[in-house]
């Protein structure tokens, strides 16, 4: 099972890196058209729609990899008192819960993306970008990641609860005492 939870992170850390790459992409991509547009009175409509096209891919795919590393939004106040069998409880449920909501997503988002594709959906701006449903593919495969980070948040929990003293740290944990 510890095995299982690894490769789950291994694509969860990766897709966090692709998502990295997006965001270096949008700053570089909002400097260049700044330069365009102030410099030389450029302002292209397809590099101006490339750069919301970029914040798909950083929301959605960053999603699982902040959940991975516990940038998420917790409340520690009473979680902290708990025993770590308790705590183990209280992880698995919500992880479950998490892998529920990725799931539905998931499963609505592909008609959502299969739907544009048949309608060869694009731009309706004028020089605007074409294939936009591989701008919604990232709804599905954001939230599949989510699924599975909820998945190996499951598994890590139930290690935890069946020995305590012999848990998988998560990538939190493993920053921390690295820095120490």
Not at 160 to 179: C, I, M
Request: hydrophobic residues 55%; aromatic residues 10%; glycine residues 8%.
């Amino acid at each position: 099972m510890k095995m299982c939870v690894k490769s789950l992170e291994w694509l969860v850390e990766h897709m966090g890196g692709l998502a990295r790459l997006c965001v270096l992409a949008l700053v570089l991509l909002v400097a260049t058209n700044v330069i365009l547009r102030y410099l030389f009175s450029i302002g292209p409509v397809s590099l101006q729609e490339l750069e919301w096209h970029l914040v798909s891919p950083i929301a959605l795919l960053g999603l699982s990899y902040s959940m991975k590393h516990r940038a998420d939004v917790r409340i520690d106040f009473l979680y902290e008192r708990f025993s770590l069998r308790m705590q183990a409880v209280v992880d698995m449920l919500s992880s479950l819960l998490t892998v529920a909501i990725g799931g539905v997503i998931t499963w609505l988002a592909m008609f959502y993306v299969i739907q544009s594709y048949n309608l060869n959906e694009g731009s309706p701006d004028p020089g605007g970008l074409t294939f936009r449903y591989l701008l919604k593919a990232f709804l599905p495969l954001g939230f599949g990641l989510l699924l599975l980070q909820g998945l190996a948040d499951c598994f890590r929990a139930f290690i935890q609860f069946r020995d305590p003293d012999n848990a998988l740290p998560v990538a939190a944990q493993l920053t921390a005492e690295g820095a120490a």
